[in-house]
């Protein structure tokens, strides 16, 4: 075989990663072996969900009562038999992680967890095995807000498998958690209420607004250099709170009444992706004043805004560019352009102006039957397509797509002392 020469203008600083893989490739180059059926490297089994990382979090609500968590073993490519495949929950190994997390978390007690299957095997000629299910129960008897480590790794495999060190393991974080630890996806994605649609009997809820309080909690994962536009909730040309705009900054908070825009473009009050934030807006028609609060705390402010005309959500005619949306507003849906890609719950609509105390108190919980409340969408069901309004009002929000609920969801609470 030619060795071909090297540029000598190839940079110095290649990575190793890169070099082992070129590494790698000239050895199966030099190699008269078939693999068209096999690989020039060993075989290996690991398990799936610990294939990018060895950590896990599992947090739930406090008031859960069970869960359940999956995972498989896998082959890096089919062998010539069948391999069996044995996990194990690995005492051993909490001082390790501990270790490495910097912690000092105890093991999670076997009488809350049962697997449905310790053993599975991988058929010959095929890289999965069977799905195993551990269950959990009794999860209100832990301690609120403790963690707890459930390390569970690959035993043993048959015929000699040799075992992928680094996702061998998955270590489970188990935590039952006083905050919230639901919230749906808006990436791809948004929700719309039928109720607030013309001729709905519910409509009416919404319409008439003198006073108007939207409240949620978002995370945004990415602003997108291509999206002007992060929308959280209301209509499009109307009633519209969202983030950023043409000529505005993309990460700054921003609400529409009639087109009539508020605040000025001010960097010192963008948010940041990956944080959670609960936002609000506030609006009196009559009186023409209008706020906007981050985690209960004002942002901005104005004065003489609006038209004085009521808003109504409700009975809108312009066709579905301009309905009630939550995660988006305009444009064809398959673009999905103008959506938060991010997170989203506790979602709700007032009809009267909640005051600052008000909003702090409240920031993660609110009671469904508190006067004024016109629509609440918790978004805490963790799966399905509907997300229920827990007023009395029933106007359920429904996904445009499949909705997605993230896993190791866990909302600061910023308001506790």
């Not at 996990?87 to 967890?113: C, E, H, W």
């Not at 270590?171 to 006083?178: D, E, G, H, P, W």
């Not at 536009?229 to 009633?239: D, H, L, P």
Request: aromatic share 10%.
């Amino acid at each position: 075989m030619k060795t071909k020469h090297i540029h000598r203008d190839i940079p110095l600083f290649v990575s190793f990663a890169g070099s082992v893989i070129i590494l790698l490739l000239l050895v199966a180059a030099c190699d008269n072996k078939d693999y068209s059926k096999a690989s020039p490297f060993d075989n290996a089994v690991y398990i799936d969900v610990a294939k990018v990382k060895d950590v896990a979090n599992f947090t739930f609500n406090n008031l859960k009562q069970t869960g359940q968590q999956e995972l498989s073993a896998v082959l890096a490519y089919p062998a010539e038999q069948d391999i069996d495949v044995n996990f194990q929950v690995d005492p051993s190994l909490i001082g390790y992680y501990n270790a490495r997390l910097g912690t000092n978390y105890a093991m999670l007690d076997a009488k809350y967890y049962k697997f449905s299957t310790q053993h599975v095997v991988i058929p010959k000629g095929d890289v999965n095995s069977e799905v195993v299910t551990i269950g959990f129960s009794d999860l209100t008897d832990l301690d609120i807000d403790t963690n707890f480590l459930l390390p569970v790794t690959i035993q043993q495999a048959s015929g000699g498998m040799g075992l992928l060190k680094g996702s061998k393991t998955i270590c489970y974080i188990v935590r039952r958690s006083s905050a919230i630890t639901t919230a749906v996806s808006l990436s791809n994605n948004y929700f719309e209420v039928p109720g607030f649609e013309k001729d709905s009997p519910t409509a009416d809820v919404v319409n008439g607004l003198t006073q108007l309080t939207f409240e949620a909690i978002i995370r945004v994962n990415r602003f997108d250099p291509k999206n002007e536009i992060s929308t959280i909730m209301g209509i499009e040309q109307y009633c519209l709170f969202r983030l950023g705009d043409s000529g505005f900054p993309k990460q700054q908070l921003q609400f529409a009444a009639n087109e009539i825009k508020f605040p000025k473009a001010d960097e010192g009050k963008l948010l940041q992706p990956s944080e959670w934030y609960h936002v609000a807006v506030t609006y009196d028609t009559e009186a023409k004043t209008a706020a906007i609060y981050v985690d209960g705390k004002l942002q901005s402010t104005i004065e003489d805004y609006g038209t004085g005309e009521p808003i109504n959500l409700g009975k809108q005619t312009r066709g579905k560019d301009f309905m009630f949306k939550i995660g988006h507003s305009y444009g064809e849906p398959e673009d999905m352009t103008r959506q938060l890609d991010g997170e989203i719950c506790e979602v709700r609509i007032w009809n009267v102006i909640r005051s600052q105390e008000e909003i702090y108190k409240n920031m993660y919980d609110v009671d469904p039957q508190t006067t004024g409340l016109k629509a609440y969408w918790k978004f805490n069901e963790g799966k399905g397509d509907i997300a229920k309004d827990y007023t009395e009002n029933g106007n359920d929000a429904k996904a445009y797509a499949k909705a997605i609920w993230p896993e190791g969801i866990e909302v600061t609470q910023k308001n506790k002392e």
